[in-house]
């Protein structure tokens, strides 16, 4: 693809500079220059669709192949033949045999790569494309025409025909690309899912497409969107020469506007995902469209060129940022069978909007009048560009809205807080935006009862109709027995700090992934014996790791997950360690020094002095029916608010299982444990049965 991908652009530098160097006078050579970019364009309305059934009927390798080794002949006859005229007809074939290579190229990539790899690899090839490469290929254009013109002082050929050499290398790179891709037989084969027997025909194949197409919501908003963007997009390439010339520049000024373009770009599809790692990437294109036309409107009402480059960059990141999540979601989300035809009509309607913009653009910005308005500070001026941008602003807004709305697949949940927590990464917020469970950890030292309150807790709730899940680290699955007896059981003093933080970090992954989170998706109340906190007070402080690093290491290992609300569980080791010890052996950290239990304790107290508003610090010396007590007027409360937060506010989205209530009365309180309202929940559907050990359903240990 970086060698295809250069051999385009540099194959578009070179024909527009021939076609330039063919035609005789300045207004043919523009009026040439401007066929080459019509011809390149034209042949999507023709052959656009029927490629793409090529690309889901036959061999996609072959295809590709064969385009390949057909563009490297054309490019070669281009500088042997040397007039104009065919020029123009090879610029029309190459760009037909492209058309019929990129379906073919974007169906296979889905099936060479895992699932979750998918919006990497279409990262590396867009930022490839519109990255690196056209810089490389600028510059070895640039090069090749000061070697040609050195060669020319002493070889004639080369002064008559100045950019044959890069024709001729230009040629070279789809030869190398056929090459690359005969070797990769994984792309071979009649497209996965495809059953046995007589193939469909080529007619057949785009009747099913525009259906599918038709039909689909998510493949109906991308179009919408990829329009008003492309729309966006051309008008800001019709009108760039003109607004250049309003901020009081030249073709300095356009070249520098255009650069920024691809700035912009290439940020988009680098950092878009990284920026926006959690967000669902239905919302990311959407709402990375109206980005980009938020940014277009700006750049319309800009004095000075500072200022519009800012805004310019920014237009490139939102299209960038559409521009991968919209490949990513059709390589994902389309099937096999179909996912050449889709691609083929998207990149084809690119084309014809790109085509229709360029032409109206010049005509639209020549209807109004160049006017000067004084602001004071500074001369503004107002033309048709400068208008256009505007309405082009507007336009990419009004598609990204109306995509959004297609695609949305987080409806109920409010966008603003949505894509807030996503820029933060706070995984936990997201889930009480999506009505999820709740997440509550019971920290402490050794001995200070956190397996009891946590069941006290669990009981108190499931009377009250609440769904819980209890568990624990290290140890809750099958896996991390086996990890615990080694962190824990075993009486080998051998394993290293950096082994034991990172065994502990492999079980919480394996039990978040199989535990924790498929019982928050199912809307129950978590209960975890540890989680993250012991291991920056164990492994942090007690084994005098870095914090940092133990940190780093545990948000990688959750992916983010954290509790909801914390409960501390503070009591003095020595006391702590005489009430661990009097029930039986003690384990690996149970038998070390007081010093180092001192150390774990001063740092359960700064984590909770640090975030005071996600923490519950009980004195765990006290009977544990009054610790309990403690326990459940905090969690109540925290409950009643999110009670209160989280109403459902659509008919299709219900509530979390822990709000919903039953028909049944609701049993009476235990002893001690307060009014069921306002610091109890309401009841859930279906009690969960108490019990404790992996006994019941309720209560998983």
Avoid at 586 to 607: G, W
């Amino acid at each position: 693809m970086s060698f295809s991908s250069f051999g385009d652009w540099l194959g578009l530098l070179a024909t527009t500079a021939l076609a330039a160097e063919l035609a005789d006078g300045y207004t043919a050579a523009n009026f040439a220059l401007g066929g080459v970019l019509v011809v390149r364009l034209l042949p999507a309305v023709i052959f656009g669709p029927l490629a793409g059934a090529f690309a889901d009927r036959f061999d996609r390798r072959k295809m590709m192949v064969v385009a390949d080794l057909t563009r490297f002949v054309i490019f070669v006859s281009i500088p042997i033949v040397g007039t104009l005229w065919w020029l123009l007809v090879a610029s029309f074939l190459i760009e037909c045999v492209s058309l019929f290579w990129i379906p073919a190229k974007d169906a296979s990539v889905p099936n060479l790569v895992r699932r979750d790899q998918l919006e990497e690899a279409n990262q590396v090839s867009l930022v490839t494309t519109y990255g690196f490469t056209p810089i490389a290929a600028a510059a070895v254009f640039s090069l090749l025409a000061l070697l040609t013109r050195v060669l020319a002082d002493s070889v004639h050929f080369f002064d008559a025909n100045r950019v044959d050499l890069a024709l001729y290398i230009n040629a070279l790179t789809f030869l190398v690309s056929a090459l690359t891709v005969l070797r990769i037989r994984r792309i071979s084969g009649r497209p996965a899912g495809r059953s046995a027997g007589p193939a469909p025909g080529v007619l057949r194949l785009l009747r099913e497409g525009g259906a599918f197409i038709g039909q689909t919501p998510l493949v109906r908003g991308l179009v919408i969107g990829i329009l008003g963007a492309f729309a966006a997009g051309g008008a800001v390439i019709g009108t760039s020469k003109t607004y250049a010339a309003s901020l009081g520049g030249g073709d300095a000024t356009y070249g520098i506007l255009f650069g920024a373009v691809f700035v912009g770009l290439g940020l988009g599809m680098g950092l878009g995902p990284k920026v926006a790692r959690d967000l669902s990437r239905r919302r990311l294109f959407g709402l990375s469209i109206v980005f980009a036309g938020a940014s277009l409107m700006l750049v319309a009402i800009m004095p000075h060129l500072a200022l519009s480059l800012i805004c310019v960059i920014g237009v490139g990141f939102g299209a960038g940022s559409a521009y991968l999540a919209g490949a990513t979601l059709l390589g994902r989300e389309v099937a096999d069978e179909v996912r050449g035809r889709t691609f083929a009509f998207v990149q084809s309607l690119v084309r014809i909007d790109l085509i229709l913009t360029l032409a109206a653009a010049p005509f639209l910005v020549g209807l109004l009048r160049q006017r000067q308005v004084d602001l004071g500070f500074v001369d503004f001026t107002v033309d048709g560009a400068r208008i256009l941008l505007a309405l082009a602003g507007l336009l990419a807004i009004a598609g990204g809205i109306v995509s959004y709305r297609q695609m949305d697949d987080r409806r109920g949940v409010p966008v603003v807080p949505d894509l807030v927590s996503a820029l933060r990464r706070d995984t936990t917020t997201q889930r009480r935006l999506s009505n999820g469970g709740m997440l509550i950890a019971f920290e402490g030292g050794e001995g200070s009862g956190k397996s009891t309150q946590a069941r006290k807790l669990a009981e108190w709730l499931t009377e009250r109709g609440v769904a819980v899940t209890v568990t624990h680290e290290p140890g809750a699955t099958d896996f991390g027995r086996r990890v615990r007896s080694i962190l824990l059981d075993s009486a080998d003093g051998s394993l290293t700090p950096r082994a034991e933080a990172l065994l502990f970090a492999a079980d919480r992954a394996h039990h978040v992934d199989t535990v924790i989170r498929p019982a928050l998706d199912r809307g129950d109340v978590v209960i975890t014996d540890r989680y993250v906190d012991s291991s920056l007070a164990y492994q942090g402080a007690g084994r005098a790791l870095s914090v940092e690093d133990i940190r780093r290491l545990s948000r990688w290992a959750t992916n983010g997950l954290r509790p909801d609300l914390t409960v501390l569980l503070d009591i003095d080791p020595e006391l702590g360690l005489e009430r661990a010890r009097t029930g039986g052996a003690a384990d690996r950290l149970e038998r070390e020094s007081l010093d180092f239990h001192l150390r774990v304790r001063r740092a359960f107290r700064a984590l909770a002095d640090a975030a005071p508003d996600c923490y519950l610090v009980v004195d765990a010396s006290r009977p544990p029916d009054a610790a309990a007590a403690v326990v459940r007027a905090g969690v109540g409360k925290r409950l009643a608010a999110r009670l209160a937060a989280q109403r459902p506010v659509s008919r299709s989205q219900p509530p979390p299982r822990w709000l919903r209530r039953t028909h049944r009365t609701q049993p009476s309180a235990p002893a001690g444990a307060g009014p069921a309202s306002p610091e109890a929940p309401p009841e859930a559907d279906t009690a969960a049965p108490s019990g404790r050990d992996g006994a019941t359903n309720g209560l998983r240990r």
